[in-house]
């Protein structure tokens, strides 16, 4: 199993950006499927983007053209770029692994709360 933990959420401004970071520890050297999740209050947990091991990106409709994922492999890091932020992207953001081969995310991190003010 791999650990997870989120950092970077925080507060912003409706067109502001902020980048969130997920660190693997543990079990790294497997073959992930890294993704970004997020649960607004009251709905479901929706997935954001997601990264294969192989550098195969994909982004929700939601986001796509204001969100960008990207991996640091040397340092264990999955990143969730935020540009042009509105209010209804404010949600828990989770960080995710999913081992090849299996068939749901095993591994989930804490989350972290992001907020967008208008």
């Known amino acids: 199993q791999v650990q997870l933990s989120e950092s970077g959420g925080g507060l912003a401004t409706a067109g502001g950006s902020l980048r969130l970071a997920c660190a693997a520890s543990?079990?790294?050297?497997?073959?992930?499927?890294m993704a970004w999740f997020r649960q607004a209050p009251g709905k479901e947990r929706e997935l954001v983007a997601y990264?294969?091991?192989?550098?195969?990106?994909g982004i929700s409709d939601s986001v796509k053209g204001r969100f960008t994922i990207s991996s640091d492999d040397a340092k264990n890091t999955v990143y969730l770029q935020m540009n042009s932020l509105k209010p209804e992207d404010t949600a828990v953001y989770y960080c995710?692994?999913?081992?090849?081969?299996?068939?749901?995310?095993?591994?989930w991190g804490q989350g972290t709360q992001v907020t967008v003010s208008s």
């Open positions: 543990g079990r790294t050297d497997g073959r992930y499927t």
């Open positions: 995710a692994a999913r081992l090849s081969g299996e068939g749901l995310f095993g591994s």
């Open positions: 990264i294969t091991w192989t550098g195969i990106t």
